[in-house]
């Protein structure tokens, strides 16, 4: 990934980028890069459905009230 670092005086970044008083009369370092893309979260949860389907991972839990109360008790 391709990254740009501009020195730049503060007063000639202001009308872009709001920053405080005090950074207006000193250089700054500002670093430009792309944005990473974080993927579509939707589907990657419908692959992993996909690619798991027909396991049941609660199909062991006889009684799901007393499985949520031991999950509570371990947090205590």
Do not use: A
């Not at 009308?15 to 500002?30: Q, S, Y």
């Not at 993927?39 to 199909?59: A, C, D, Y």
């Amino acid at each position: 990934m391709q990254e740009y670092t501009v020195i730049k005086k503060g007063q000639s970044i202001q009308p872009c980028i709001n920053i405080p008083d005090e950074f207006k009369d000193i250089e700054l370092e500002i670093k430009i890069r792309p944005l990473r893309s974080k993927g579509n979260v939707r589907s990657k949860l419908e692959h992993l459905f996909n690619i798991n389907e027909g396991i049941n991972p609660f199909e062991m839990i006889q009684d799901v009230r007393k499985w949520q109360q031991e999950l509570r008790d371990e947090w205590e």
